[in-house]
Protein backbone atom coordinates (compact mmCIF):
# COMPACT_ATOMS: atom_id res chain seq x y z
CA UNK A 1 0.00 0.00 0.00
CA UNK A 2 1.37 3.43 -0.91
CA UNK A 3 0.89 6.69 1.12
CA UNK A 4 0.98 10.03 -0.21
CA UNK A 5 3.67 10.69 2.04
CA UNK A 6 6.19 8.12 0.78
CA UNK A 7 8.17 10.24 -1.62
CA UNK A 8 9.07 12.12 1.49
CA UNK A 9 9.70 9.03 3.50
CA UNK A 10 12.18 8.12 0.78
CA UNK A 11 13.71 11.39 0.25
CA UNK A 12 14.65 11.27 4.51
CA UNK A 13 16.36 7.93 4.05
CA UNK A 14 18.80 9.30 1.00
CA UNK A 15 19.55 12.40 3.11
CA UNK A 16 16.90 14.53 0.85
CA UNK A 17 14.57 16.91 2.35
CA UNK A 18 11.70 16.67 -0.52
CA UNK A 19 8.64 18.48 -0.52
CA UNK A 20 5.56 18.53 -3.36
CA UNK A 21 5.38 21.37 -5.81
CA UNK A 22 3.45 21.96 -8.83
CA UNK A 23 4.51 21.77 -11.90
CA UNK A 24 1.77 23.82 -13.19
CA UNK A 25 1.13 27.02 -11.05
CA UNK A 26 4.77 26.58 -8.90
CA UNK A 27 3.06 26.46 -5.44
CA UNK A 28 4.36 24.76 -2.67
CA UNK A 29 2.24 22.54 -0.70
CA UNK A 30 2.45 20.89 2.72
CA UNK A 31 0.91 18.39 4.05
CA UNK A 32 1.26 16.52 0.97
CA UNK A 33 -2.35 16.88 -0.93
CA UNK A 34 -4.03 14.45 -3.50
CA UNK A 35 -3.51 17.09 -5.96
CA UNK A 36 -3.02 20.71 -6.86
CA UNK A 37 -6.50 22.91 -7.14
CA UNK A 38 -4.63 24.24 -10.49
CA UNK A 39 -5.00 20.65 -11.52
CA UNK A 40 -1.14 20.57 -12.24
CA UNK A 41 0.80 17.44 -11.84
CA UNK A 42 2.88 17.62 -8.04
CA UNK A 43 6.54 17.30 -8.51
CA UNK A 44 8.63 15.78 -5.05
CA UNK A 45 11.24 18.28 -5.40
CA UNK A 46 14.73 19.04 -3.04
CA UNK A 47 14.31 21.73 -0.96
CA UNK A 48 17.86 22.13 -0.07
CA UNK A 49 19.47 22.09 3.41
CA UNK A 50 18.26 25.71 4.91
CA UNK A 51 15.61 27.48 6.50
CA UNK A 52 14.45 29.19 9.52
CA UNK A 53 12.64 28.54 12.73
CA UNK A 54 9.21 29.88 12.40
CA UNK A 55 8.01 28.51 15.85
CA UNK A 56 9.00 26.00 18.45
CA UNK A 57 8.07 23.93 21.46
CA UNK A 58 9.98 21.44 23.85
CA UNK A 59 8.89 18.01 23.65
CA UNK A 60 8.75 16.19 26.89
CA UNK A 61 7.34 12.84 26.01
CA UNK A 62 9.18 11.27 22.76
CA UNK A 63 7.62 10.76 19.32
CA UNK A 64 10.82 10.09 17.87
CA UNK A 65 11.73 5.63 17.95
CA UNK A 66 13.98 5.32 21.13
CA UNK A 67 17.60 6.75 21.09
CA UNK A 68 16.87 9.03 18.51
CA UNK A 69 17.31 12.00 21.05
CA UNK A 70 17.28 12.46 24.59
CA UNK A 71 14.16 14.38 26.48
CA UNK A 72 13.29 16.79 26.85
CA UNK A 73 14.00 18.43 23.32
CA UNK A 74 12.66 21.24 20.80
CA UNK A 75 10.81 20.68 18.27
CA UNK A 76 10.51 23.79 15.55
CA UNK A 77 8.02 24.24 12.58
CA UNK A 78 10.96 25.43 9.92
CA UNK A 79 10.11 27.08 6.98
CA UNK A 80 12.81 26.00 4.18
CA UNK A 81 14.72 28.74 2.33
CA UNK A 82 13.05 27.19 -0.98
CA UNK A 83 9.86 27.03 -0.07
CA UNK A 84 8.04 29.80 0.98
CA UNK A 85 5.38 29.08 3.27
CA UNK A 86 5.90 24.97 4.06
CA UNK A 87 6.33 24.51 7.41
CA UNK A 88 8.17 20.96 8.54
CA UNK A 89 8.41 19.61 11.74
CA UNK A 90 11.12 18.39 13.59
CA UNK A 91 13.82 18.23 16.78
CA UNK A 92 16.30 20.28 17.62
CA UNK A 93 19.31 19.22 18.20
CA UNK A 94 22.05 20.59 19.72
CA UNK A 95 21.30 24.19 20.48
CA UNK A 96 18.06 26.34 21.91
CA UNK A 97 15.46 27.18 19.01
CA UNK A 98 14.41 30.73 18.66
CA UNK A 99 11.95 32.47 16.07
CA UNK A 100 14.06 33.54 13.04
CA UNK A 101 16.77 31.19 13.56
CA UNK A 102 18.97 29.75 10.69
CA UNK A 103 18.84 26.06 10.96
CA UNK A 104 19.71 23.15 8.48
CA UNK A 105 18.80 20.20 8.63
CA UNK A 106 19.76 16.42 9.37
CA UNK A 107 18.97 13.18 9.43
CA UNK A 108 18.11 10.61 12.25
CA UNK A 109 16.87 6.84 11.99
CA UNK A 110 15.11 8.32 8.80
CA UNK A 111 13.73 11.32 10.28
CA UNK A 112 14.46 15.22 9.49
CA UNK A 113 15.61 16.84 12.38
CA UNK A 114 17.47 20.47 12.66
CA UNK A 115 20.66 21.79 13.48
CA UNK A 116 21.98 25.53 14.15
CA UNK A 117 23.34 26.58 10.93
ZN1 LIG B 1 -0.94 24.21 -9.16
Not at 69 to 89: F, I, N, S, T, W
Amino acid sequence: MTDRFDPFWAGCARGVLLVPRCAGCGRWHWYPPLGCPCGGELVWTDVGDTGTVFSFTVAHRSFLPPGAVALPYPVALVEPDAAPGVRLLGAVIGTEPAVGQRVSVDFRNGLPVFLNS
